[in-house]
Structure formats: structure tokens, C-alpha cells
């Protein structure tokens, strides 16, 4: 599920892919994720507002959403961080705000295209997140088979490289006895 936030209660931003009428069912917009899904904000470019904080999260969190993905700005951090804990519930955050949303962000579309940084991703791609890094890759839900028959390949050799630099192997050399590693298939 993708909230879009629009920057106004009357209409779509302009610019932005979200549709020109609010699609957000008569309820909360907290109520519309699936269970076992990601929630993903977009906030518009120059808002300072937190589009999460721990009262938003604890609600998705107790619905079964597994995390958060927000292109704009959170808070509350120690509670939020409280609730990832268990591993049941994740956020990750291009950047931090003490401001809460009040009236700046409004809710303005579930289920849309957003573009993130320069990448589009659709209702129902694949972001794949690091625990210290953030969202590192989008996999378009159309080539997931594609990519899952590709990746034990591709750790395989990047477990072989990291036991070659680890046991002293310089790093030049330990990427050429590991031909499958994708730095081979630039």
C-alpha cells in the first residue's frame, strides 16, 4: 500500500501522480493496508512535518503491517525504535522532524505509482531494506521470480569474496576468483 500525501485537503499536488480526487475510503487512512504489507509515504518536496510518529505506527503495527518506508520525514524515534524491537514492525526514514503532522500533511491516495528517487515503484514491488543503510533496491513485482532464482548465485560469490578479504586476500583478486559476483557483470 502507498499513501501518497498530497499538500492540500482540496486536491492533488500538482506535479505528483496522485490522482486528482482523494481515493482514500470514508475511514481512517490507518484502516486500509492489508496485513503483512508495507506502508509507503511520499511527502511533498519543502514540507518540514513528520508524516510518522509512534501513535501512526503503534496503530499499524497492532493491524499487522510489517513496517514503513517514508520519503520524507518521521519522529518520535526512541518510542518508534521501542516498537521495532521484536522485529514485528520496521520504519525507515529519509530524515527526522520533532514537528508532528498536524494540518501540513494530509492523506491523499492509497494504492498509486510513486516515483522515490528517481525510481518508480508500484503497488505490490518489492523494496528491499538494510537495517543500517535504508531501502537499497526496488524489485518490480513482474521480475521478483527472476531475481529470487538469481540471488543464491550472487551470494554465493559474495560470501566467497567477503572469506577471501577475510583471510587476507586482497580485494582485486578475491573479486576475480568469484566470477559470478556481480561487480564481474558490469
Excluded at 14 to 25: F, K, L, M, Y
Excluded at 91 to 103: C, D, E, H, I, N
Excluded at 117 to 135: N, Q
Aim: glycine share 10%; proline share 6%; aromatic share 4%.
Amino acid at each position: 500500500m502507498n499513501p501518497g500525501f498530497g499538500d492540500n485537503l482540496f486536491g492533488r499536488r500538482e506535479g505528483t501522480q496522485a490522482p486528482r480526487e482523494s481515493n482514500i475510503p470514508r475511514q481512517h487512512w490507518t484502516d486500509c493496508p492489508a496485513s503483512g504489507s508495507i506502508v509507503i509515504f511520499q511527502q511533498p518536496p519543502g514540507q518540514s512535518v513528520a508524516l510518522l510518529g509512534d501513535i501512526v505506527a503503534t496503530r499499524l503495527k497492532l493491524r499487522g503491517v510489517k513496517g514503513a518506508i517514508i520519503d520524507g520525514r518521521a519522529r518520535d524515534v526512541v518510542s518508534c525504535g521501542e516498537l521495532c524491537k521484536d522485529g514485528a514492525f520496521q520504519v525507515w526514514s529519509k530524515a527526522l522532524s520533532s514537528v508532528g503532522t498536524s494540518m501540513e500533511a494530509k492523506p491523499w491516495a492509497v494504492d498509486v505509482p510513486l516515483t522515490i528517487g528517481g525510481l518508480r515503484v508500484e503497488p505490490g514491488d518489492i523494496l528491499c531494506a538494510d537495517e543500517g543503510e535504508g531501502v537499497v533496491c526496488v524489485i518490480p513485482k513482474a521480475r521478483l521470480r527472476e531475481v529470487t532464482e538469481l540471488l543464491p548465485t550472487l551470494k554465493e560469490a559474495d560470501d566467497g569474496v567477503l572469506r577471501d578479504v577475510q583471510n587476507g586476500v586482497d580485494f582485486a583478486t578475491a573479486i576475480k576468483n568469484h566470477p559470478k559476483h556481480y561487480t564481474n557483470n558490469q
